[in-house]
């Protein structure tokens, strides 16, 4: 137990470190682009391909990819339920903000840090569902309900030109074919995957925002309740009525407790620029939310 919160309070140092850093001017907006591409083109990919190596095929795990893209479905519905009665701006907040889990730049590290390779890949078969709408397909849904046009080619070329979800495709194909890549390899590539945490947790840092106007508070409020409100409902389900090992179903139980989509703020930003402060604050606050409980989750499974 005392790991698990050293390993936690080791999170929170860095990401205070990062937005220190932007606060203080040592790191600008251009350096968070640049270990943003740094993590999504190598640190995070290294990192999938370190987990996936000792694992060893179970078609029954395919349905985490089913759960991962059956949750954001279900949100997805529901924030436009919320915001099928609201004006553009705050319909397409809704339907952005509402699904979307941030796992490769939050939850895989902890993930990662905490329960091991088998961790990993349980991690990376959910996201893989949940990609398919936190990278186009909430804004391609909130743009068809506002009148706007996205079309599924835009959606799927976006998939495919993200480094982590082509490589989540091309390791499910090759353990189901049988193939592993050389010891060698693997070492090499771990070296890499090991710095994903802290350049995660840094660029978590930088990308914080605490200011917004007190009107807006409700929005923020609604999608936190929702998430949690939903995430616990998920866990529950999840935990204690799948036929899947514990330690798939712990993953499961912390993995729906991740933060909204960092991508959120960027979609929401392209119907309202005054919207996606909200989202920003909403992103924030929801990365401070899942620290607390996935600790709390991690810890209690260690007792």
Same mark, same amino acid.
């Given at each position: 137990?005392? *790991? ?14 990062? !937005? ?6 040592? &790191?600008? +907006? /251009? ?7 740094? $993590?999504?083109?190598? %640190? ?5 391909? %370190? ?29 436009? @339920? ?5 004006? /553009? ?7 952005? #903000?509402? +699904? ?24 990376? &078969?959910? *996201? ?17 309900? %506002? ?18 979800? *082509?490589?989540?495709?091309?390791? $499910?194909?090759?353990?189901? @074919?049988?193939?592993?890549?050389? +010891? ?12 994903? +945490? ?7 840092? $930088?990308?914080?925002?605490? #200011?917004? /106007? ?13 998430? !949690? ?17 514990? /330690? ?19 979609? %929401?930003?392209?119907?309202?620029? #005054? ?7 909403? #992103? ?20």
């Amino acid at each position: 137990m005392v *790991d698990v919160l050293i390993k936690a309070f080791s999170f929170i140092l860095v990401i205070i470190i990062g !937005y220190q850093l932007k606060r203080r001017g040592v &790191l600008q +907006p /251009e350096s968070g682009t640049a270990l943003s591409k740094l $993590m999504m083109n190598f %640190t995070l990919p290294a990192a999938v391909v %370190t987990g996936f190596a000792s694992f060893q095929v179970d078609h029954s795990l395919l349905i985490l990819v089913a759960f991962g893209l059956g949750c954001n479905l279900l949100l997805l519905g529901i924030g436009y @339920m919320i915001g099928r009665r609201r004006p /553009e701006g705050l319909k397409a907040y809704y339907m952005i #903000n509402s +699904p979307g889990y941030n796992i490769g730049c939050f939850t895989l590290p902890y993930v990662q840090s905490f329960l091991g390779p088998v961790g990993i890949v349980a991690t990376c &078969l959910f *996201d893989a569902g949940n990609s398919v709408i936190c990278t186009g397909g909430s804004f391609a849904a909130a743009s068809a309900a %506002t009148g706007r046009s996205s079309g599924w080619l835009n959606i799927i070329k976006r998939l495919f030109s993200s480094v982590p979800f *082509d490589v989540y495709v091309f390791l $499910m194909i090759a353990a189901l @074919m049988g193939w592993h890549l050389p +010891p060698q390899v693997i070492l090499v590539v771990s070296t890499l995957g090991n710095a994903n +945490p802290f350049v995660a947790m840094l660029i978590i840092g $930088m990308l914080l925002e605490i #200011n917004i /106007e007190r009107s807006q508070l409700k929005h923020v409020l609604t999608i936190l309740l929702l998430r !949690y409100g939903s995430a616990a409902a998920f866990a529950c389900l999840f935990y204690f009525f799948t036929p899947l090992p514990l /330690e798939i179903r712990q993953v499961l139980a912390v993995v729906v407790f991740a933060p909204l989509s960092s991508l959120s703020p960027i979609f %929401t930003s392209r119907f309202s620029g #005054n919207l996606s402060v909200v989202a920003s604050f909403a #992103n924030s606050a929801s990365i401070m939310i899942s620290i607390v409980i996935m600790t709390v989750l991690l810890t209690s499974m260690q007792l």
